[in-house]
């Protein structure tokens, strides 16, 4: 089993690849820090799990996540994350991952969650309750006000909310500024806001890894 750990922090890139190197028919084939070197990973290496993290830098784990279904469908991933709030489990299994599994959990949980989504089934880390899990996976939690955004969207907001101005965006993004203003004009229309002050906050409200 072809397994691909994606982490930003190399320590826990290395311990992770340790633990799972011991479990015998699993083999670490490569890692990553990043969403975008995930995806490209993935292309190159075609795994059959991907251990991914949900905060990452420039393209976060849900957005990459997404990406690498698109492409390649018979993957499974598994969001690693310290957070257990229902935005970012809900998110994560929308975008296609298999499991969720918290960073305080045991690595037991981890190579359970392996066993579970190689088998077909869905799984989640027991510190989240079953009564939230049945809402998830039958689509009765609300649907996050920024899924509606495009990929391209969320990266702008993004550098929007790390204080970047439109000229910088084009810059980091490759487009023009008129571009960019474009895609802010959308997402405030799409989020209901009226202001970059409200763009940041509602993010920072949802507590989103987008940023």
């Known amino acids: 089993m072809k397994i691909l ?18 479990e015998v028919g699993l083999k670490v084939v490569g890692s990553a820090a990043t969403g975008e070197e995930a995806v490209q990973a993935s292309r190159r290496l075609m795994p ?25 469908p018979q993957t499974r991933v598994i969001m690693l994350s310290a957070s257990k709030t229902p935005e ?10 298999r499991g969720y599994v918290l960073k305080t959990a045991v690595g037991a949980e981890l190579l359970r969650a392996i066993e579970e989504v190689v088998a077909g089934r869905q799984f989640v880390s027991s510190a989240i309750t079953a009564l939230f899990v049945d809402g998830v996976l039958s689509g009765t939690i609300p649907k996050s006000p ?32 008129k571009t ?7 997402m405030m229309v799409k989020l209901g806001v009226d202001n970059r002050a409200a763009l940041i906050r509602l993010t920072l409200e949802y507590e989103l890894p987008a940023v």
Do not use: C, K, W
Not at 50 to 68: E, F
Not at 88 to 97: I, M, P, W
């Open 5 to 22: 750990v994606v982490d930003d922090h190399s320590i826990v890139r290395d311990g992770l690849a340790v633990l799972l190197e011991l």
């Open 88 to 97: 970012h489990v809900y998110r994560a299994l929308r975008a296609g991952a």
């Open 146 to 177: 920024f899924e509606n955004l495009s990929i391209r969207e969320r990266e702008v907001l993004r550098h929007v909310v790390a204080g970047s101005t439109s000229g910088q965006i084009a810059q980091q993004l490759s487009l023009s500024p």
């Open 180 to 186: 960019i203003e474009t895609y802010r004009a959308r």
């Open 48 to 72: 059959d799990v991907i251990i991914m993290d949900l905060v990452l830098p420039a393209l976060n784990g849900i957005d990459a996540t997404r990406s690498i279904i698109e492409e390649l």
